[in-house]
C-alpha cells in the first residue's frame, strides 16, 4: 500500500490542531464568571429606621370586577388594623392605561394616617406586575408598551423612575411570564391562601441563586369588601371574610416615615411578610465579627471575609409563648437548617461561614401557632400555620449585576 505524503501531511495538521483546540479549551474562561467585587456599598443604619407595614396588591372599585370596595373603605380599615402604607393597585387594561384619571383623581384617594403609594395593577397577556410609587407617573407609557420586545419594556421602566413588581408569578392562569429583569421585586406571597405560593418560592430561589438580588413581598389582591349601608351583597362578599387587606402584611424597613422611602425600602429588600397586620415579625440580622452587636439585616449585601458569621432570627410583636415556632433556614435554594424557638421573644442564632468565592444567601421562613385576625375572620384558616418570612442577607452579591 502506498501512502501519499500529502496524507500525512494533512493527518499531522489535523492532529496538530485537534490537540491545539483541546489545549485551548482546558484554558477556557468564561467572561461572565463572577469576577472579584470592587464596591459594594456600605450597610445603612439598622436602628435609625421605622418599620412600617402595609398591603401591595389592593383592589378598589376602579377595577370592574371589584365588589363593594370603594377607597374610603379600604382606607377606614386599613387605619382601623394599624396599616401604615398601601398601595392601591388596580387593572390598568380596566381604564386602557389611565390609572391617573381614575384611581388617583377619585376624591377619596387621600388620607391623614395611611402613607399612599401611586401605582396599578399592570394587566396584560403575559401577566401581571404591580408598578409603585412614592409620586405620581405617566403609567399610560408602561400600558402602551406592555407587548414590546422585554429590553423596551425594561428602557420605559427606568425611564419613569418606578419600582416594578411581578405579580402572582406561578399564577395558573396569569403568571409573569416577562423577564425578572425588568422588576425589582417578586410576589412572593399572593393572598391568604399561603400554599398556593410554592411555585412562585421556587421562582424566587432561582432568581435569588442566579445572581439577582430581588426582593420578595406580600400582597392580599384583595378585590371585595363587606357590603355596608345601601350596598348588595355579591357572590364574592364573602371573600371579605377571608382575604382583606393584610393578608398578608409586607412590614419594611423605612428610613423614614415618607413614600419614597418605604419604596426604597422595598428595593433594597429590608423587607419581612407576616400573615396579617397582628402577626408577629420576622425580623433576620447577622453579626459579622460575633461581638454580639447585629452589623447587618435582610437585604442587606456584604463581602464574605472568610469569618465565621453569626445569625440572628428573631419574632417581633404578639407571639404565643406556650407554643413552639419552627424556624427552616434556607442557604442558595436549599433547606439549611431547622430550629425550634419558644417564649415571649422567641429568637434563635445559628453560624456558618459563607464562602469567600461565589455568592451565599440565607432567608428564613417561620411556622407557628396562628394570630387572629378578627377583622378578617376566617382568614387564618386559609394561611394555616404560616407565620412569615424574611427576605435574604446576602454575601458577595454584585451590586452593578
Ligand atoms: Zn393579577
Ligand atoms: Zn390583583
Known amino acids: ?39 459594594i456599598p456600605p450597610i445603612a443604619s439598622l436602628d435609625s429606621g421605622v418599620w412600617l407595614k402595609g398591603d401591595l396588591h389592593v383592589h378598589s372599585r376602579h377595577s370592574k370586577e371589584s365588589s363593594n370596595n370603594p377607597i374610603a373603605k379600604i382606607l377606614h380599615f386599613s387605619k382601623t388594623v394599624g396599616i401604615d402604607y398601601l398601595a392601591i393597585t388596580d387593572h390598568d387594561n380596566h381604564v386602557l392605561g389611565d390609572v391617573a384619571n381614575n384611581t388617583w383623581v377619585d376624591p377619596e384617594f387621600k388620607s391623614d394616617s395611611v402613607i399612599l403609594l401611586y401605582g396599578a395593577e399592570w394587566t396584560t397577556v403575559r401577566g401581571h406586575g404591580n408598578s409603585i410609587s412614592a409620586i405620581p407617573y405617566d403609567h399610560q407609557r408602561l400600558y402602551d408598551v406592555r407587548d414590546q420586545r422585554d429590553v423596551v419594556i425594561g428602557a420605559v421602566k427606568k425611564g419613569l423612575g418606578i419600582h416594578l413588581s411581578a405579580n402572582h408569578p406561578a399564577g ?122 447585629m452589623d447587618m439585616m435582610m437585604g442587606d449585601n456584604i463581602r464574605s471575609t472568610g469569618e465565621v458569621v453569626a445569625f440572628r432570627v428573631q419574632l417581633t410583636g404578639k407571639t404565643v409563648p406556650t407554643e413552639p415556632y419552627t424556624v427552616k433556614v434556607i442557604k442558595n435554594g436549599s433547606e439549611f437548617q431547622t430550629f425550634k424557638m419558644k417564649g415571649d421573644n422567641p429568637m434563635v442564632e445559628f453560624t456558618d461561614m459563607p464562602a469567600t468565592s461565589g455568592r451565599t444567601y440565607y432567608r428564613v421562613t417561620v411556622e407557628g401557632p396562628s394570630t387572629p385576625y378578627p377583622e378578617v375572620p376566617k382568614s387564618t384558616e386559609m394561611s394555616g400555620n404560616m407565620v412569615g418570612l424574611s427576605n435574604p442577607i446576602y454575601f458577595n452579591f454584585d451590586p452593578n449585576f
Open 172 to 293: 395558573p392562569k396569569d403568571h409573569f411570564g416577562y423577564s425578572y429583569d425588568i422588576v425589582e421585586s417578586m410576589e412572593v406571597w399572593n393572598s391568604v391562601v399561603w400554599p398556593k405560593n410554592a411555585n412562585s418560592i421556587l421562582i424566587w430561589d432561582d432568581m435569588l441563586s442566579s445572581g439577582r438580588k430581588l426582593t420578595g413581598r406580600g400582597g392580599s389582591d384583595t378585590h371585595h369588601g363587606v357590603p355596608t349601608g345601601t350596598e348588595q351583597e355579591t357572590p364574592n362578599s364573602k371573600q371579605a371574610q377571608y382575604n382583606y387587606v393584610g393578608t398578608p402584611t409586607t412590614w419594611v424597613y423605612a428610613k423614614s416615615r415618607t413614600p419614597q422611602a418605604v419604596v426604597d425600602a422595598l428595593t433594597d429588600g429590608r423587607v419581612s411578610v407576616s400573615q396579617n397586620p397582628y402577626a408577629p415579625r420576622v425580623e433576620f440580622y447577622a453579626d459579622l465579627d460575633r461581638d454580639g452587636t
Open 1 to 39: 500500500m502506498k501512502i501519499k505524503f500529502g496524507s500525512i501531511v494533512s493527518a499531522a495538521i489535523v492532529l496538530c490542531c485537534w490537540t491545539a483546540a483541546l489545549g485551548q479549551s482546558s484554558k477556557h474562561s468564561n467572561p461572565w464568571e463572577p469576577a472579584e467585587i470592587s464596591v
